[in-house]
């Protein structure tokens, strides 16, 4: 089984983002914006990584890509979430980022399955 290209391409351009973000963060935003866009930044390239990680580990097959996905969808929902919510003054983001949080999490769990399930077949 292959690497899966369209969610390297989603998570090179989340990487990118999250680098965008934080350099945002660093250089141009006031301090009540700073801290929220770091923390979008962080968690949005955390979560790129894992969706690289899952595109190209081919021995999780698809439960892999599934949580290369959830990780990477996820992370950018979380991180525009709290970019609306500091930019925008958007506060009614606050109930979207939880979203992002929960696609997160659900990325790790599924990235475990994959990995209990690899073993599994490859024992």
Do not use: E
């Not at 391409?9 to 945002?24: D, E, I, S």
């Not at 769990?109 to 024992?123: D, E, G, K, P, T």
């Amino acid at each position: 089984m292959s690497h899966d290209r369209n969610l390297l391409v989603f998570a090179a351009f989340n990487g990118a983002m999250a680098v965008a973000l934080g350099a945002f963060a660093a250089h141009g935003a006031g301090p009540a914006v700073k801290s929220l866009l770091t923390t979008g930044a962080q968690y949005q390239m955390v979560h790129a990584v894992l969706a690289v990680v899952c595109a190209t580990w081919t021995a999780g097959g698809k439960i892999a890509r599934i949580a290369g996905w959830l990780a990477a969808s996820g992370g950018l929902i979380f991180s525009l979430a709290l970019a609306m919510i500091g930019l925008l003054s958007l506060p009614a983001m606050g109930m979207v980022a939880p979203i992002g949080g929960t696609l997160m999490i659900g990325g790790w769990i599924v990235l475990a399955i994959a990995a209990f399930r690899s073993h599994i077949v490859n024992a």
